[in-house]
């Protein structure tokens, strides 16, 4: 069994960062994948950036060249250091594992950009 804790959203002006953490409660470096996903009201779940063992560092489209993931092995934690935020990347974010084919979420962080 995988627990994933995020930390570090809240409240930011546009134009502004943040850095997301997600402490994982197993080895990190056993993990066939890491990520973040969002997800904001009244839409569906997004991919924002993932890092796989057979793909490498994966960028949804609206994040790329704004938003950097990371792995800490050493700390078990994955890491998204999110610039230049836009109203439109207000969403609650969640990390993701997969691990021996399951999937694991935490249980979310808000991310609010104001205009």
């Known amino acids: 069994q995988v627990q994933l804790v995020e930390s570090g959203g809240g409240l930011v002006q546009a134009g502004g960062s943040l850095r997301l953490s997600c402490a994982a409660s197993?080895?990190?470096?056993?993990?066939?994948?890491v990520g973040w996903y969002r997800q904001a009201p009244g839409k569906q779940r997004e991919m924002v950036a993932t890092v796989t063992k057979t793909t490498g560092t994966n960028y949804g489209d609206s994040v790329k060249g704004r938003f950097t993931i990371s792995v800490d092995n050493a700390k078990d934690s994955v890491y998204l250091q999110m610039n230049s935020l836009k109203p439109e990347d207000t969403a609650v974010y969640y990390c993701?594992?997969?691990?021996?084919?399951?999937?694991?979420w935490g249980q979310g962080t808000q991310v609010t950009v104001s205009s």
């Open positions: 993701s594992a997969v691990w021996l084919r399951n999937d694991y």
């Open positions: 197993g080895s990190i470096f056993s993990f066939n994948a």
